[in-house]
């Protein structure tokens, strides 16, 4: 998928007949995925399951990797926007539960293993994920701006840093440790990243040289 946005296999949204087989074939991807992983993925076998023709599929996605792209990219568009509480521990809070919540559901979170999977097979997917994630980073990243802009962290603090620091720990558990994911581990998550920002842990390392000549 061209990392600009410009129109590829699989982009094109028009509305009727187009955007319903496209729904239906993104839809079979996600179902395939959850239930197989990456490495039983067929074209074939997601036209079948969207009751879709074959050559529909393979004229308007190709590849597996580019209907995954797709995927990744309408996964994105459709995910919930952040939630403003009015504090920065309040908003880290929502986004780790809505990771958590994510990553424990049977369905999502076999699918996201098995996307993530993907990503290491292929460039072209792998550079789809990040494009997802750089996504969700970016649609929360502004409550640690409100909070810069309330005086609860630093100036300088990297906006982006605080969010992956929120999730990074839920997928260590979904992929790697296997502990249970549960509610106080989201929270923990998000008040140990709510902390570390107010401390000054996640300022930009040029803003610190900027602080410490100031201080001269």
């Not at 970016?138 to 990297?158: F, L, Y």
Request: glycine share 8%; net charge positive; proline share 4%.
């Amino acid at each position: 998928m061209d990392p600009e946005g410009s129109a590829g296999p699989g982009t094109v949204r028009p509305g009727g007949r187009t955007a319903r087989v496209r729904a239906a074939v993104l839809r079979a991807a996600e179902d395939a995925l959850a239930e197989q992983g990456f490495a039983s993925l067929d074209l074939a076998d997601i036209a079948r399951r969207a009751d879709v023709g074959r050559t529909t599929v393979y004229r308007r996605w190709g590849t597996l990797h580019n209907l995954l792209s797709d995927l990744l990219r309408d996964m994105a568009e459709q995910s919930l926007p952040r939630t403003n509480t009015g504090s920065l521990v309040g908003d880290l809070t929502a986004n780790a539960k809505l990771v958590r919540r994510t990553l424990t559901d049977p369905r999502q979170g076999a699918l996201f293993k098995a996307l993530i999977a993907a990503a290491t097979c292929d460039t072209r997917t792998a550079e789809a994920l990040q494009r997802f994630y750089d996504a969700r980073i970016k649609e929360w990243a502004p409550c640690v701006q409100r909070a810069i802009d309330r005086g609860e962290v630093p100036e300088g603090t990297d906006t982006h840093e605080v969010i992956r620091a929120v999730s990074a720990p839920l997928y260590y558990r979904l992929l790697i440790s296997g502990d249970p994911l549960d509610r106080t581990t989201a929270e923990r998550a998000a008040e140990a990243a709510a902390a570390a920002a107010s401390a000054g842990a996640f300022v930009r390392a040029n803003r610190r040289r900027e602080q410490r000549d100031d201080r001269g």
